[in-house]
């Protein structure tokens, strides 16, 4: 089993920044990846940033937020970091913090998600 914790969350003004981060504890796993959702009132759970935890750490990110969000890890904390500049009233939502884990006894893959934070921009 494998928790995730975020924080970060808040309410910020338009072309303001915030920085979420989401540590994942457990044990018997490898993390592969992790990443960020995000879900606005209304609207479908959509893909912000994910990093993978091997080699350079190649992302995917979501072109509505690249040049503005930064994805980033801490691999000896299991952490991942999401830099937000430049926030916009669109990027009003709960974010979700993802992991998808390799079992060490199991060799099987597993995903998990946290409880998400809330992010306001607004004036």
């Known amino acids: 089993q494998v928790q995730l914790v975020e924080s970060g969350g808040g309410l910020v003004q338009p072309g303001g920044s915030l920085r979420l981060s989401c540590a994942a504890s457990?044990?018997?796993?490898?993390?592969?990846?992790m990443g960020w959702y995000r879900q606005a009132p209304g609207k479908q759970r959509e893909l912000v940033a994910v990093?993978?935890?091997?080699?350079?750490?190649?992302?995917n990110v979501a072109d509505s937020v690249k040049g503005r969000f930064t994805i980033s890890r801490d691999n000896a904390k299991n952490t991942v970091y999401l830099q937000m500049n430049s926030l916009k009233p669109e990027d009003t939502a709960v974010y979700f913090c993802y992991t998808n884990v390799a079992g060490l006894r199991t060799g099987l893959h597993y995903a998990y998600w946290g409880q998400g934070t809330q992010v306001t921009v607004s004036s």
């Open positions: 990093i993978i935890s091997s080699g350079a750490g190649s992302t």
């Open positions: 457990g044990s018997s796993f490898s993390v592969n990846a």
